[in-house]
């Protein structure tokens, strides 16, 4: 299985936007319209905020967005907000019946 | 509302077995895939295993296969993990997820804990 990448952090400021990037390949995030993004606020379950690379879920702020670039999916957050601070994951579909996480980008607001 | 209630996690030896069982409330069962994703205490998140609707389609990580069996049951809305050669590197929190499709997550429980430690 191949592995998905993001960076380990990412910062910003009140009303700012930030972008978090999942790098995977050809054969993962470059084939198929099936990333999904997860926010997880420290000792709670993941959330759904983008799925099929970037429909957003009823409920899920249209602060939230995603799109997708080759073999980069990314997320962006605008006008950041403080409950915003959390841990970020991409999934994405990788052929088969296989799915696979990236190891995350912590969010700090600053 | 949505309620997947997770259970059967807890303290094992190596090499040993354990059955975690998920119940799934607030959504018909029967016309959703579901998945079991771990979480390592400090550690990012890892799929696990993924079943469809029918179970015709199951899908497993390779750093669990021939090891763990996913299955569900559902006149009884439960879905099951079977965890046989347990190994000190599957200790996590193990959570019990319904699918938006077969490919991602909506709903999410809280998660058991399974310790594998002599």
């Known amino acids: 299985q191949s592995a998905l990448t993001e960076p380990a952090s990412v910062s910003g400021s009140p009303g700012q936007s930030i972008t978090i990037s999942c790098t995977g390949t050809s054969s993962d995030v470059g084939s198929y319209n099936l990333v999904s993004w997860y926010q997880q606020h420290p000792g709670q379950a993941p959330k759904l905020m983008i799925y099929e690379d970037i429909n957003r879920p009823s409920g899920v702020s249209n602060r939230f967005s995603g799109s997708k670039s080759g073999n980069t999916a990314s997320l962006t957050i605008s006008g950041l907000q403080a409950e915003d601070e959390a841990d970020y994951y991409c999934s994405s579909y990788a052929g088969g019946t296989t799915l696979m996480f990236v190891g995350g980008t912590k969010l700090t607001v600053l | 509302e949505v309620q997947l209630v997770e259970s059967g996690g807890g303290l094992v030896q190596p090499g040993r077995s354990l059955r975690l069982s998920c119940a799934a409330s607030g959504f018909t069962f029967d016309g959703y895939a579901m998945h079991w994703v771990r979480q390592a205490p400090g550690k990012g998140l890892e799929w696990v295993s993924g079943?469809?609707?029918?179970?015709?389609?199951?899908g497993y990580a390779d750093s669990v296969k021939g090891r763990f069996t996913i299955s569900r049951d559902n006149a009884k809305n439960s879905l099951y993990l079977q965890m046989n050669g347990l190994r000190p590197e599957d200790t996590a929190l193990y959570y019990c997820?319904?699918?938006?499709?077969?490919?991602?997550?909506?709903?999410w429980g809280q998660g058991t804990l399974v310790t594998v430690s002599s």
């Open positions: 079943i469809s609707w029918n179970s015709g389609t199951i």
């Open positions: 997820v319904k699918g938006n499709n077969y490919y991602d997550f909506d709903y």
